[in-house]
């Protein structure tokens, strides 16, 4: 008997840890299928599709849209209880900002003061509308572009097909293509990457879109954003000095973008154009999700949850 107490004492603590494991899993799909079906009753467009969200944004090229775009991001995905699907966030993803494409351009100071304000802001976004507990950290590529792109390879090869990864391009594509270029193989298939613009697909310095598409991943194009979410900043008069702070703090980001100065079109407007790609995610994404939202379908959702959050 005593030969094998050992063995089973194993066993036992197999069976408990698998378990345990099994029903943290269990649970957090349930506490968040709850926490869905209590919010879709006060928003009935809520329907997500199964999988984890990768955002990568710019911010340090010539349009400053990002830096009002990245907080309304966080909300949205906070206020509809996905708050556990964002496994990646990363900024100035414009690796060689002074070899853009665009119209106009930014020179170093700039570049490295919106790097600053990404910073900044990235890491109140998620002090404000956190936690993300699937979240490693936020990555500035031009500081760390090894250790965002590593997280975001990271993110690629746990993909399957009922836990996908759907990227959030918002900005050049050259970190995506690199953390594919590294990734397995076999687990890029199960990958997404969402655009709203070919402004972003073809401003690659490294890779052309083509070349994304040739890795294997499947695109979604959900037709320009600035259409109905670069508009006129009376649409957000409502949330200036706002009694929840992450609401105030997304109509200050939006104020500081608009008089941000390096580039003319973004004078008297407030622009989260990104932001719609998360909208069209939370709302369906490829399953009808709506990618013609506005500041009205935007402030429904930023309003769900509105507290004093201090």
């Known amino acids: 008997m005593k030969k094998l107490l050992l063995?089973?004492?194993?066993?036992?603590?197999?069976?408990?840890?698998?378990?345990?494991?099994s029903t943290t899993r269990i649970e957090g799909k349930t506490k968040e299928s709850a926490s869905n079906q209590s919010i879709k009753g006060k928003f009935e467009a809520l329907n997500p599709p199964i999988g984890r969200l990768a955002v990568v944004i710019d911010g340090n090229s010539p349009d400053p849209d990002?830096?009002?775009a990245t907080p309304v991001?966080?909300?949205?995905?906070?206020?509809t209880g996905l708050s556990s699907r964002l496994v990646h966030l990363s900024?100035?993803?414009?690796?060689?900002p002074f070899r853009n494409k665009a119209r106009y351009q930014i020179d170093a100071e700039n570049e490295m003061r919106r790097q600053n304000k990404l910073d900044e802001l990235s890491a109140r976004g998620i002090d404000l509308f956190g936690p993300f507990n699937n979240l490693r950290d936020f990555y500035n590529c031009?500081?760390?572009?090894?250790?965002?792109?590593?997280?975001?390879?990271?993110?690629?090869?746990a993909s399957s097909i009922d836990n996908p990864l759907w990227i959030v391009e918002a900005g050049e594509p050259d970190l995506i293509g690199y953390a594919l270029e590294a990734a397995q193989k076999n687990k890029v298939q199960h990958v997404h990457v969402v655009s709203h613009h070919p402004a972003n697909d073809n401003s690659g310095d490294f890779f052309t879109w083509q070349q994304i598409l040739d890795f294997g991943v499947n695109e979604?194009?959900?037709g320009d954003q600035n259409v109905g979410l670069q508009g006129p900043i009376a649409d957000w008069d409502w949330a200036k000095n706002h009694s929840d702070s992450g609401i105030a703090f997304i109509w200050e980001m939006m104020a500081y973008a608009e008089k941000?100065?390096?580039?003319?079109f973004q004078t008297n407007k407030f622009d989260c154009s990104d932001a719609g790609m998360i909208y069209w995610w939370i709302t369906g994404a490829d399953n009808g999700g709506n990618k013609h939202s506005t500041p009205k379908e935007i402030k429904e959702v930023l309003l769900l949850n509105a507290v004093n959050r201090g």
Request: net charge negative.
């Open 220 to 222: 979604h194009q959900i």
């Open 260 to 264: 941000d100065g390096v580039v003319p």
């Open 7 to 21: 063995p089973l004492i194993i066993l036992s603590t197999f069976l408990s840890v698998a378990c345990s494991q």
């Open 91 to 96: 900024h100035s993803c414009d690796l060689d």
């Open 73 to 79: 991001m966080l909300a949205l995905i906070q206020n």
């Open 142 to 157: 031009r500081v760390d572009q090894a250790g965002a792109t590593q997280d975001l390879v990271d993110a690629i090869n």
């Open 66 to 68: 990002d830096i009002g």
